[in-house]
């Protein structure tokens, strides 16, 4: 199995909940997701490059596309635009708390409980 089609498994999943999310009218803040995009996929570029480039990962050639950013190979952005798309979605398929009402872990302080 190729890397390009396990990521086509991935993002076909990541899609299938990223089109949940908007059909239930609750789609993310593109604008927010965009700017995470453009730091992720920076960082995963550096990082990629200097863990492939030091030796400590390395990919068949056969395995891969040959297309490459430095030298990490363009497979293994898919795993930054798999979180991109799936974490927003996820998070907006939760079901909401409403802001009345309060959290379960929160404990009202003895000075506003009503005296006897």
Do not use: C, H, K
Request: hydrophobic share 55%; no cysteine.
């Amino acid at each position: 199995m190729t890397y390009t089609l396990l990521n086509l498994v991935f993002l076909g999943a990541v899609a299938i909940l990223a089109v949940a999310a908007i059909v239930a009218r609750r789609a993310p803040n593109w604008r927010a997701v965009g700017l995470a995009a453009i730091v992720l996929l920076a960082l995963t570029a550096i990082f990629d490059n200097v863990i492939i480039g030091t030796g400590l990962v390395d990919y068949d050639d056969a395995l891969i596309s040959g297309v490459r950013i430095g030298v990490a190979p363009i497979e293994d952005f898919a795993y930054t635009v798999a979180a991109l798309v799936l974490l927003p979605a996820v998070w907006e398929l939760l079901p909401r708390r409403s802001a009345a009402q309060p959290s379960p872990d929160t404990q009202p302080s003895p000075d506003t409980q009503p005296s006897a």
